[in-house]
């Protein structure tokens, strides 16, 4: 090559790598996938507390350093204000379930709908020295929830319904290893879980089922969250 051609071979080749460059970024549509978004997952325990499942549980969750949202039940608090405290010491969420949790009592009335949501706040604040504003319903409260929802809204409550569960209330007597495979199956394809588990007494295999199931939601990339 004769000498006087270089330059412009060089700026030949530069021109190249420039467009080859800026070409196929301006060709690149950017893709959202579905690893790109942050998924949660949110445990949620009702029905407790009791003495021993909800101890466990909480031994599980503290030993994994994980946080949980608990919808309790008041009339249950009596004897075990010391397991209702250690929630909230340790950084979980109490959220009101319902004093009783018979649904012909709760749902007989808007007054006596409130008047329960009353009487289980007052129980949360004066035993764990927090103001519950996350709220159950009890069976779920199908009938009548969207009323009812507002009523919760005016008095600072947001309501937590579920999108997956552990079949720990679905399925008599499962086992642990049942209950974390239903979690896992019941969560799958989803972004956002709010997993449903019971800590009240019949329900030991939940604890048990815990750390496997802590560790599924780890393993798939999960941020675990409380409200
Ligand atoms: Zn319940």
């Given at each position: 090559?004769?000498?006087?051609?270089?330059?412009?071979?060089?700026?030949?080749?530069?021109?190249?790598?420039?467009?080859?460059?800026?070409?196929?970024?301006?060709?690149?549509?950017?893709?959202?996938?579905?690893?790109d978004e942050q998924k949660k997952v949110y445990?949620?325990?009702?029905?407790?507390?009791?003495?021993?499942?909800?101890?466990?549980?909480?031994?599980?969750?503290?030993?994994?350093?994980?946080?949980?949202?608990?919808?309790?039940?008041?009339?249950r608090v009596a004897g075990r204000e010391?397991?209702?405290?250690?929630?909230?010491?340790?950084?979980?969420?109490l959220g009101v379930h319902s004093k009783t949790h018979v649904y012909s009592q709760i749902y007989a009335s808007d007054k006596a709908f409130l008047a329960d949501v009353e009487a289980c706040e007052k129980v949360i604040r004066e035993v764990a020295g927090v103001t519950p504003r996350v709220y159950r319903f009890p069976g779920g409260g199908?009938?009548?929830?969207?009323?009812?929802?507002?009523?919760?809204?005016?008095?600072?409550?947001?309501?937590?319904?579920?999108?997956?569960?552990?079949?720990?209330?679905?399925?008599?007597n499962a086992s642990a290893d049942a209950l974390a495979e239903k979690a896992k199956e019941t969560s799958r394809g989803k972004a956002n879980v709010v997993l449903l588990l019971h800590d009240s007494a019949p329900h030991g295999a939940t604890a048990e089922a815990l750390p496997a199931?802590?560790?599924?939601?780890?393993?798939?990339?999960?941020?675990?969250?409380?409200?």
């Amino acid at each position: 090559m004769q000498k006087k051609y270089i330059p412009v071979a060089l700026l030949f080749a530069l021109l190249l790598v420039f467009f080859a460059h800026f070409g196929a970024r301006m060709n690149a549509v950017p893709t959202f996938t579905y690893a790109d978004e942050q998924k949660k997952v949110y445990l949620t325990f009702d029905d407790g507390p009791s003495t021993r499942v909800t101890s466990a549980v909480l031994d599980v969750l503290k030993q994994e350093n994980v946080k949980a949202t608990f919808f309790i039940v008041s009339d249950r608090v009596a004897g075990r204000e010391g397991v209702l405290k250690r929630i909230a010491a340790e950084g979980h969420t109490l959220g009101v379930h319902s004093k009783t949790h018979v649904y012909s009592q709760i749902y007989a009335s808007d007054k006596a709908f409130l008047a329960d949501v009353e009487a289980c706040e007052k129980v949360i604040r004066e035993v764990a020295g927090v103001t519950p504003r996350v709220y159950r319903f009890p069976g779920g409260g199908c009938l009548g929830s969207a009323r009812r929802s507002k009523l919760l809204a005016a008095r600072g409550y947001r309501v937590v319904r579920w999108n997956a569960v552990c079949g720990d209330e679905e399925m008599k007597n499962a086992s642990a290893d049942a209950l974390a495979e239903k979690a896992k199956e019941t969560s799958r394809g989803k972004a956002n879980v709010v997993l449903l588990l019971h800590d009240s007494a019949p329900h030991g295999a939940t604890a048990e089922a815990l750390p496997a199931i802590i560790g599924y939601f780890r393993g798939q990339g999960y941020e675990f969250c409380a409200y």
